[in-house]
């Protein structure tokens, strides 16, 4: 665990419900000095805590509906190969090294079923990439969050 305390987690918070405020803001709603919310979001940035501050996008509202997870096995030593690949496929949103069955895990979204068909076959032509299996999401029953984890972070803090 890193060296975090309750004010990080404050700050993070605070970026994570609204990730676009500027640093002034952040300081009144935190009650710190503007000094202090400029330095703690600057080293939780450069130390990689929180990524670009930027404001999420439902892809679903500009007619990508489609949400799938790719398991991909790649060919032994073509990992470097098939992720420069994958990264030129705009339909690809994220990819995960993983353990167990496959070798990355890859969340892709397409316009429709007829366009997923068309992105899994660009995964497919990625060099190194064997074989896929997909499943679709069908519902977003639980949406990205990271409050309850920041919770239960907060909860191991010693007082």
Do not use: K
Request: aromatic share 4%; glycine share 8%; with cysteine.
């Amino acid at each position: 665990m890193g060296s975090w305390n309750r004010l990080d987690l404050r700050v993070i918070r605070e970026l994570v419900a609204s990730p676009r405020v500027g640093i002034t803001e952040l300081a009144e709603r935190l009650g710190i000095a503007r000094n202090t919310a400029h330095a703690r979001v600057a080293r939780l940035e450069r130390q990689g805590v929180v990524g670009q501050r930027g404001r999420a996008v439902d892809y679903t509202e500009l007619g990508v509906e489609v949400t799938a997870f790719l398991t991909i096995q790649v060919a032994q030593g073509r990992l470097g190969s098939a992720i420069d690949d994958l990264v030129l496929v705009p339909y690809v949103l994220e990819a995960h090294g993983i353990a167990g069955d496959g070798d990355l895990l890859v969340r892709v979204a397409a316009r429709s079923n007829r366009h997923l068909h068309e992105v899994i076959n660009s995964v497919l032509a990625c060099r190194g990439v064997i074989r896929s299996s997909t499943a679709v999401a069908m519902t977003d029953q639980i949406p990205y969050r990271v409050a309850p984890l920041l919770d239960a972070i907060e909860r191991s803090l010693p007082d």
